[in-house]
């Protein structure tokens, strides 16, 4: 019968050196002395005994049963046969099937073994060494389309190799293939090989505290909100504006100020000293300006007033 595809293994089965009798789906039936006594197949390469049974054997029976036992298998006289060259023609000249499935082929059996070298429909292994059989007419379409060892180029680096290796292991360390940030809350797609040049800018990405003693750890862009309220960045006295130049760790400042009051009074006092004679000396100078600006136009007036007698 008609199997659904045939290896190029099983071609052998339709060939003069195959074993055994022809495992065919026929269209015309073998005579009924054309079975070997045996396999009880249409006989291959037909050998018929001399004995008193006259049996009929293919030439594999035959020679496995000689080699076995000697003797015909039915009378047990010593075994002793000729080719049967009549019903060999016989045989061979029926018209059989193709012994894959879907194939239309039918023709004379001594034919098929020649048609299943180019039938489309035997199954044949795949070239790329995938393991997997195809059909010979799609046999191209799956080296080249869908079988997972076929040549592909890696869509991100273009190297090469098979379709499963640079679509499977070889994303996860390609250094092309785009990945997502892996810090949190970051939404950046950058290639692998430049995650180390992306974390250094990352705002995402947890970096320790400038102030070694702090030891918190926030990320890059809440740095400057942090250090806005960090106990350990140092910071100047509220009082700098008058001159206080002492600086200090935030936690530290508040006994700065509680200490210094006296120190801070004196300051306030000197830098209001300072401003009261700064402010004196811009008044007498917008004074003196004034006195100049009036004078002017008494020079003007006087002068238009000759000009009219």
């Not at 049974?53 to 006289?77: H, V």
Request: proline residues 5%; neutral net charge; hydrophobic residues 25%.
């Amino acid at each position: 019968m008609a199997s659904h595809g045939t290896t190029p293994l099983a071609l052998s089965g339709t060939e003069e050196k195959g074993a055994g009798g022809y495992d065919c789906e026929f269209v015309e039936s073998p005579h009924q002395d054309d079975y070997c006594a045996i396999c009880l197949l249409p006989a291959r390469d037909p050998q018929q005994t001399r004995c008193e049974c006259a049996k009929l054997y293919c030439k594999s029976c035959y020679d496995k049963q000689k080699s076995i036992a000697g003797t015909c298998p039915t009378c047990r006289q010593r075994l002793d046969a000729f080719p049967d060259h009549n019903i060999s023609r016989r045989v061979r000249s029926l018209k059989v099937k193709c012994t894959t499935a879907d194939c239309p082929w039918v023709n004379e059996l001594r034919l098929l073994g020649a048609h299943l070298k180019i039938c489309g429909y035997v199954l044949m292994p795949c070239a790329n060494g995938c393991g997997d059989l195809s059909i010979r007419c799609k046999l191209q379409y799956h080296c080249n389309e869908v079988c997972p060892h076929r040549q592909y180029a890696c869509v991100h680096c273009k190297k090469g190799g098979t379709y499963k290796e640079m679509t499977g292991s070889h994303l996860d360390v390609c250094p092309d293939a785009i990945v997502p940030c892996p810090n949190s809350g970051c939404e950046s797609n950058i290639r692998r090989q430049d995650i180390t040049s992306h974390h250094a800018v990352c705002p995402n990405v947890v970096v320790p505290c400038s102030n070694s003693e702090c030891g918190a750890s926030i990320k890059r862009k809440d740095t400057s909100s942090h250090r806005s309220e960090c106990q350990y960045e140092t910071i100047g006295c509220v009082y700098m504006n008058i001159g206080c130049t002492f600086t200090s760790p935030r936690h530290e400042m508040a006994g700065h100020r509680a200490s210094s009051s006296g120190y801070h009074l004196d300051l306030a006092m000197v830098q209001l000293k300072k401003q009261g004679e700064e402010m004196i000396v811009q008044l007498k100078e917008q004074h003196q300006k004034h006195v100049e600006e009036i004078m002017t136009l008494q020079k003007e007036q006087h002068q238009k007033h000759i000009e009219e007698m």
